[in-house]
Each structure stands twice: as structure tokens, then as C-alpha cells.
């Protein structure tokens, strides 16, 4: 009994390391939409004057290719609108107000909520967007998967705060001509504005001086998405045939889904006087390999409403 116990668990050691091989294994590649461009698609948040515009993940074709990525577009709320309250048992979800303001709904509690406002939402806590304004409400909605057994416990209150509250700063190896403004990251984080995430590891905007650059780089176990919210440049997106950066001219509302390994970065285009270029940013870890560390993996179970 005791030789068969042995077996099974070193079958099931091979099978963990052979799964987290063939992850750190796969091609870099990278995924590029426009906000512009994508198309409203019925979505658990579609409701009265609510449309759901998929980017990346849930609802875009190529979701299969995301590992921890659940979900990343842009809900947008009409006058007098609003999104459906729902709550995800496997899902955790961040939200950027990237235009107008509204009313979160959140838990049974109303909370006002305006542009650059940031926040988090854990599993099973009911929340939705409420306008009763003139003018529509555009949100930045981030999804990550939460891993097959892993209990994650909601947060014992609203993590909510507002990125014009938050000090830029200059990190190490990111080239001086770009300043950050980090917002969020996990429960461990003591270098974030708000520490709520579990498997959304760094939410930060970069802030680039005219002609600045955000040095090419790559995580080698992250998956991470750059929205340009202002300006207009050039991001570095994997390498091309000759082995150089492939650089892609962008304009705001452009957004990139870098897979683990992809080679990325930014070369702003904006000239002395004008507007500093904005980048949201935001990067996961990917799953252990005994959760959905597999691209193709289930998507989180459908909300509760």
C-alpha cells in the first residue's frame, strides 16, 4: 500500500512540473485591440442603457489563449442607466473609472464613484454601476481567475481610491523620463496605494515626459495589459524578424495583452508642452500548476445575480 501511496504522489509531482514546464514553454505572443474598434457584446453586466465592449478574455475571440486573465473591457453606462448587479464565486475584479462619474453598488451599499477613481471588487460580493447623471460612464473592468480550490476571503471593506491622490514616483530600471503611480496590489503589497488583490499582482499608471520611454522589458511568469489612456506613440509588442523590438504606432484607447516571456514597452510621441502620455497597466501572475494554469482553461462559473 504504502509503494502504491509513493507512485501516485510522484506521478502527481511529474504531472504538477511537467504542466508548469510547458507554461514557462510556450511562444511569447502578444494580442492588440482598440476600444474604438471592439464591438458591444452581450455580457453578465448588459443591461438597461449598459453595454459591455470585450477587449480581452470573456467575450473576445481569442480567449483561450489567456491563462489567469478572466475578463478585461470597457463597460460603458448611459444616463439614467444601469449595469446588472452580479458577484462571481471564482473571480476577482478591479474597476477604473476612465470617464464620468456614478454610483457603485457594492455589498448592499451605495458609493459615489468619479473619474480616476480605482477599486476593488473580491468574490461573492454583489456589485454593479448605477447613472444618474447626463452624461455616460465609461469603467475599465479587469477580471482574474481564481484558482480551482483556493479560498480567497473577501475584503472586510470597500477598497476604493482615486488615482489623482496617488505620487508618482521613479522606479529602478524603467528609465527616468517615466513616472508611476502605483495603485494596486495584493493583500501582501506595502508599496501600494491599496493591497486587496490575490491573484492581480500590480495595477499601476505610467506617466511618460514628452519623448519618454518606458524601457523594453519582459516578465517571465506574468501576463500583463497596457491601455493607452492619452497620447499617442509607440509600444513595443514582442520581436520581429531580424530579432529587433517590434514597434506599433498607438493612439489612446489602443490597448495589448502581453503573454508571459513578450517583449514590451513604450516610446512616447508627445512633444515639450504637450500633455504627458498616460499607460494603465496591470499584470498577473500566472497560476500555480495545480490550478487554471492551462491556456484554455475553464472560465470562471457564471455570476450569481
Known amino acids: 500500500m504504502r509503494n502504491c501511496v509513493s507512485k501516485t504522489s510522484m506521478r502527481l509531482v511529474i504531472a504538477a512540473l511537467l504542466a508548469a514546464s510547458c507554461l514557462l514553454a510556450a511562444d511569447p505572443f502578444f494580442l492588440r485591440r482598440s476600444i474604438s474598434d471592439a464591438k458591444p457584446a452581450p455580457d453578465d453586466l448588459t443591461a438597461k442603457a449598459a453595454s459591455y465592449k470585450p477587449l480581452f478574455g470573456i467575450g ?3 480567449a483561450s489563449k489567456l491563462v489567469g486573465v478572466a475578463r478585461y473591457g470597457e463597460l460603458a453606462v448611459g444616463p439614467g442607466g444601469a449595469s446588472a448587479v452580479v458577484s462571481y464565486p471564482a473571480e ?23 473619474q480616476d477613481d ?11 454601476i448605477v447613472n444618474a447623471t447626463s452624461a455616460p460612464v465609461r469603467v475599465i473592468v479587469m477580471g482574474y481567475k481564481i484558482p480551482a480550490g483556493k479560498q480567497v476571503a473577501p475584503t472586510p471593506k470597500l477598497m476604493l481610491s482615486t488615482s489623482t ?18 495603485l494596486m496590489g495584493t493583500t501582501k503589497s506595502t508599496r501600494d496605494r491599496l493591497s486587496a488583490a490575490s491573484e492581480m499582482t500590480s495595477l499601476f499608471i505610467m506617466e511618460f515626459w514628452p519623448g519618454g520611454t518606458n524601457n523594453p522589458h519582459s516578465h517571465a ?4 495589459i497596457y491601455l493607452l489612456m492619452r497620447g499617442s506613440g509607440e509600444l513595443v509588442a ?14 489612446a484607447g489602443d490597448a495589448f495583452f502581453y503573454a508571459p516571456g513578450t517583449r ?5 510621441g508627445a512633444k515639450e508642452g504637450q500633455p504627458h502620455d498616460l499607460i494603465l497597466a496591470v499584470r498577473s501572475s500566472l497560476p500555480s500548476a495545480g490550478g487554471m494554469g492551462q491556456r484554455g482553461g475553464q472560465a470562471p ?4 445575480k
Open 60 to 62: 473576445d475571440a481569442d
Open 92 to 114: 476577482e475584479q478591479m474597476y477604473y473609472i476612465l470617464e464620468g462619474s456614478g454610483t457603485l453598488v457594492y455589498d448592499g451599499q451605495k458609493v459615489p464613484v468619479k
Open 118 to 128: 480605482f477599486l476593488y471588487l473580491p468574490v461573492n460580493v454583489k456589485h454593479g
Open 165 to 182: 491622490d496617488v505620487t508618482l514616483q521613479v522606479l529602478s530600471g524603467h528609465g527616468p523620463t517615466t513616472q508611476f503611480k502605483l
Open 221 to 224: 511568469r506574468e501576463e500583463e
Open 238 to 251: 514582442g520581436k520581429g524578424a531580424d530579432g529587433q523590438d517590434a514597434r506599433f504606432p498607438v493612439k
Open 264 to 268: 514590451v514597452g513604450y516610446y512616447s
Open 301 to 304: 462559473p457564471a455570476p450569481a
